[in-house]
């Protein structure tokens, strides 16, 4: 398949692991943006990611590599290099060398998550990355919620644009979610690189309801084009977060998030409600899953051929993503050729 014509290299947050993948003094090797990387957590809990080779004669970082403290050494000839990529000590000279440095990436760790900020100029964040219990404005928290349930796939050949166009999407959940009848949207704010998405539906009842009657729906939380979160209300209260990461300029990795809700109070059958929420997070995977399986074969259409109510939505959405895209290119097939050939 052609790979998308959209720049695989976008700027923002994404996600390069779980938390928990990544204990103190490990290692961890990775590929994301054509660029091999190493993610490592010092004695103290400091995560860093950087690029993985040694810049003393180039050794691979995550081949071999220890944490000291809160020092990285290399497995060649010993170079150690701190969190901010610094070299801070040869062993076999007095002084380290000052002039070089490891690429090393901002990086926050939120909701159980790595999320690294990538932008092919170095310039550095200009917006948060969302978190799934503080993007609403409740008070709800962690606690609240059984333990989260987690999707990973590898290999897809989807870009991140695909999944964040699902927000202005209406018409396809009655096809690919089977939902009785069509949702709406309610919000569409595309005006920062934070962008907000509502829109009213249900997973219940036949498809002789009035949208105009029901009382359930989805808020939803773009940070770029990496990170989306949701919130439901008038349903099964359940949180998601979807992750798409560009591995190199055709794949991405996908990871996905769902926390469901607990009972308040005390269940009566604490086991019961408990295997409720795992079968209901299960289902809110399968669902996200039906729209891996469109997005891993979609082929990006531009322009596309847009029904009049979905217009709007769309435009919006693709001359929001522009600016995520080096030199804000991304809108037109024809601007991202010229742009390919040129470099
Ligand atoms: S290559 Fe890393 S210390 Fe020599
Ligand atoms: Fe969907």
Partial sequence: MAAPPLSMKPTGWFQVAWSDEIGVGDVRRMTYFGTDLIAWRTESGRITVMT?????????????????????????????WNADGRNVCIPYEPRPNRGRRIRTFPTVERNASVYVWHDVDGREPFFDAPDVFGAFGDDRTA??????????????????QYVLENGVDFAHFKYVHQTPITP?????????????????????????????DVDSGVEAVNGGLGIA???????????????????DDRTS??????????????????????????????????????????????????????????????????????????????GSAAEVHAAHTKG
């Fill in 143 to 160: 606690a609240d919620y059984y333990p989260q349930q987690r999707l990973f796939e590898q290999g897809h050949e989807m870009h991140p």
């Fill in 52 to 80: 993985a080779y040694c810049e003393h004669l180039g050794a691979h970082l995550g081949y071999g590599g220890h944490v000291q403290g809160e020092v990285l050494q290399c497995p060649f000839h010993g170079w150690q």
């Fill in 184 to 212: 709406i949207f309610t919000r569409h704010d595309f005006a920062a690189p934070v962008s907000y998405v509502d829109f009213t539906i249900t997973f219940t009842g036949d498809d002789g309801q009035r949208i105009e």
């Fill in 253 to 330: 990795d996908v990871r996905f998030m769902v926390y469901i809700g607990r009972p308040a109070g005390t269940p009566r059958n604490p086991e019961r409600a408990r295997a409720k929420a795992e079968e209901f997070g299960a289902e809110v995977i399968r669902q996200f899953r039906q729209d891996i399986h469109i997005w891993s074969h979609q082929r990006y259409s531009d322009p596309p051929a847009l029904a009049s109510g979905e217009l709007e939505g769309f435009t919006a959405i693709r001359q929001w993503a522009k600016q995520f895209y080096p030199d804000g290119i991304g």
């Fill in 229 to 247: 979160v949701t919130k439901s209300w008038g349903m099964i209260d359940n949180r998601t977060i979807s992750c798409i990461t560009p591995v």
